[in-house]
C-alpha cells in the first residue's frame, strides 16, 4: 500500500513525510522546494507487538508499514503544465491513496500561495486539478474507444459509456469517489488511473498553538469533509512541524516531548489509523522466536489470501491456519495453554481473518 503526499507548496508536505518516515528530505520556506517525488516507509505503531511479546519470548519485533511518497506541489494550472507541470500526475496515479495537507496553520513567516487562511478553499483548488487531469485522460480515452467502438468492438463501446458517465461527474465538479459504480465501472475507472477515484486522508497541518485542531480553520475543513465526501475521505489534525522535529529526538526523549505537548501518541500513530480505517485494513500477527511481526491485509481477506502476503508458496500450498486471538494470548498465557484450554482454532481456506488474530500457516509446496 503506498500513500502520496499531495497539496499546494509550501503547504508542509514535506515535514509531514519527514515526521513519518524519518528520512532527511529538504523542508523549506519557498514553495517548490520539493522538485521530484521521494519514496519513503513508515513503521505502523502498534502496541499489540509488545503486548504479545510479554507472553512470547522472541528476538524481534517486525511493525507493518506504510509505504509514502512526497510529490512535487500542486498549484492552479498544474494539469495545464503551471508550477512543477504535470510531472505529478504520474506519482499520483501509482499511490493507493491520497493524503492531502492542507494548510490550517497561521504563520505570517510562513508564504502561502493565497493571501488567506482558508483551508476549504485550498482544498478545492488543488481537487479541481486532480478533477482536470482526470478529464484530460477520459476525453483521450473516449477519442480511442470510438475508434474500436466503430469497427463494432463491444468493449470499445462499454469503455465509452463508462468514460461517459464518469466525465458527466467531473463536469459537475465532484470527485468520481463519491459515486456509486458497478464493479465493471470500478474497474474500468481503475485501469484508465483516475485520480479523483482514490480515497483521501485531509491532513489539517495545524499550528503549534493547536495541536488538537480545535481551532475555526479546521472545523471549516472538518465540516467540509464531513458534508462533502463521507465515506470515502478522513481527516487528521497533525503539526508537521513539530513532528518532524520530535522525530528527530532519541527514542526516549520523543515520549517525554509528546506528554509535555499534551499529546498521547505521535502523529504516524493518528494517521496510521486513520489510514486503516479509511482503506479498511486491518492487522494480523504472526508470532515466534525469530519475530513478532504485523502483517496488513484487507477486512474481509481470507487464510490465504493472508498467508500470500508474507509469501505466495504459503498461499499457494496452504493447508490450514492454527489461530488464537491476542485476548486469548492474554488470558491464557502461552500458546501451550491456549491449546490445552481448546481455544487454539483451527481454519480453512475459507476463513476470514479476524482483526488481531495470531497465526501458523501449515502448507504444503
Ligand atoms: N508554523 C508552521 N510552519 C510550518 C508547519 N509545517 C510546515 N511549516 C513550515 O512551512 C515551510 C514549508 O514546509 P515544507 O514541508 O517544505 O512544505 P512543502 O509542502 O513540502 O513545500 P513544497 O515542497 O515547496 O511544495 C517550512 O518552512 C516549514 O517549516 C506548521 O505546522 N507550522
Ligand atoms: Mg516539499
Not at 513525510?17 to 532527511?24: D, P, S
Not at 478533477?131 to 480515452?141: K, N, S, T
Not at 489461530?323 to 491464557?332: A, M, Q, S
Amino acid at each position: 500500500m503506498e500513500i502520496g503526499i499531495v497539496g499546494l507548496p509550501n503547504v508542509g508536505k514535506s515535514a509531514l513525510f519527514k515526521a513519518m518516515t524519518g528520512m532527511h528530505v529538504e523542508v523549506a520556506n519557498y514553495p517548490f522546494t520539493t522538485t521530484k517525488a521521494v519514496h519513503g516507509t513508515a513503521p505502523v505503531p502498534d502496541p499489540r507487538l509488545a503486548l504479545i511479546g510479554r507472553y512470547i519470548r522472541t528476538r524481534k519485533f517486525v511493525p507493518a508499514t506504510i509505504d509514502l511518497v512526497d510529490i512535487p506541489a500542486i498549484v492552479a494550472g498544474s494539469a495545464q503544465g503551471e508550477g512543477m507541470g504535470n510531472a505529478f500526475l504520474e506519482n499520483v496515479r501509482q499511490v493507493d491513496a491520497l493524503a492531502h495537507v492542507v494548510r490550517c496553520f497561521d504563520d505570517p513567516d510562513i508564504s502561502h500561495v493565497f493571501d488567506d487562511l482558508n483551508p476549504v478553499r485550498d482544498v478545492q483548488a488543488v481537487e479541481t486539478e486532480l478533477l482536470l487531469a482526470d478529464l484530460q485522460v477520459l476525453e483521450g480515452a473516449i477519442d480511442k474507444a470510438q475508434r474500436r467502438a466503430k469497427t463494432g468492438d463491444a468493449s470499445g463501446r462499454k469503455r465509452v459509456e463508462i468514460a461517459s458517465r464518469a466525465v458527466a461527474v467531473l463536469a459537475d465538479e465532484k470527485p468520481l469517489r463519491g459515486q456509486e459504480w458497478s464493479k465493471e465501472e470500478l474497474l474500468e475507472l481503475r485501469s484508465l488511473g483516475m485520480i479523483t477515484l482514490r480515497p483521501v486522508l485531509y491532513v489539517a497541518n495545524v499550528g503549534e498553538d493547536d495541536l488538537k485542531g480545535a481551532g475555526e480553520s479546521v472545523a471549516a475543513l472538518r465540516r467540509w469533509v464531513g458534508s462533502n465526501e463521507a465515506g470515502q475521505t478522513r481527516m487528521v489534525p497533525i503539526c508537521a512541524k513539530l513532528e518532524a522535529e520530535i522525530a528527530e529526538l532519541a527514542p526516549a526523549e520523543r515520549q517525554e516531548m509528546l506528554g509535555g505537548l499534551g499529546l498521547t501518541e505521535p502523529a504516524l500513530a493518528v494517521l496510521a489509523r486513520a489510514l486503516y480505517d479509511l482503506l479498511g485494513l486491518q492487522s494480523f500477527y504472526t508470532a515466534g522466536e525469530p519475530e513478532i511481526r504485523a502483517w496488513t491485509i484487507r477486512k474481509g481477506e481470507t487464510a490465504p489470501e493472508a498467508a500470500g502476503k508474507i509469501h505466495s508458496d504459503i498461499q499457494r500450498g496452504f493447508i490450514r491456519a492454527e489461530t488464537y486471538g491476542i485476548d486469548d494470548l492474554v488470558k491464557h498465557e502461552s500458546e501451550h495453554a491456549i491449546r490445552a484450554a481448546g481455544r487454539m482454532r483451527s481454519e480453512g481456506k475459507s476463513y476470514v481473518l479476524q482483526d488481531g488474530d495470531v497465526c501458523h500457516f501449515l502448507f504444503n509446496v
